[in-house]
């Protein structure tokens, strides 16, 4: 024998099953304001973003220190610039060879670029004692055609750049600066034979009468 269930049984199970279930609302408050009918709720920020966010803060913080403030970083376009200088001071290394020659250094003299490189190192090493133009201070004039070393040529201006003259507190420059950096910074001191600027007087001897 067979039995059946109720037709008012079967259709309430049938309501109840198809009735959506309800979704407690999560333990936070509800925001005032409202768009287009939607609410949102006042829940806090997940762990990692706010880790992130700071984390991001305190290295900000150290960059602009850093680049901007201490004087220690190198901007993008400082390192540019010295990676141009280095692939100047390269190329001219294979034009002229290892060997300095008084021809090589009347070469580089003529270079603009090399020679703007060279007066940044003369700004760096030797603006202190020779001036920002070579007019001469605590050393002597560059520019006055009298030299106490030498005879004023190329290789002797590099000898003394390369050398130094430790009894006058000039350090050897060799010890310091790479090998093309101190050619290129006796081709330079080399272009201001001539101009005459005021400044020291002159010491040792003048050119033309050697």
Sequence with gaps: MTTSAAPGHAAAETTESSEPSKVEA???????????????YDNPLPGWWVYTFWASFVFSVGYL??????????????????????????????????????????????????????QAI??????MCHGARGEGGIGPNLTDGSFIHGSGSLLDIYATVSNGVPAKGMPAWSLQLTPMQVSELAALVGTFQGKNLPGKAPEGTPMNAR
Excluded: W
């Design 26 to 40: 999560p333990n936070a408050s509800v925001l005032e304001h409202e768009y287009d009918g939607i609410r949102e």
């Design 122 to 127: 003369f700004g760096q090493r030797c603006v």
């Design 65 to 118: 220190f850093h680049f901007h403030v201490s004087g220690n970083g190198e901007s993008v376009a400082e390192a540019y610039e010295t990676d141009m200088a280095s692939a100047r001071e390269e190329r001219a290394k294979q034009a002229h060879g290892q060997k300095v020659t008084e021809e090589g250094l009347a070469q580089l003299s003529q270079d603009p670029a090399l020679m703007a490189d060279a």
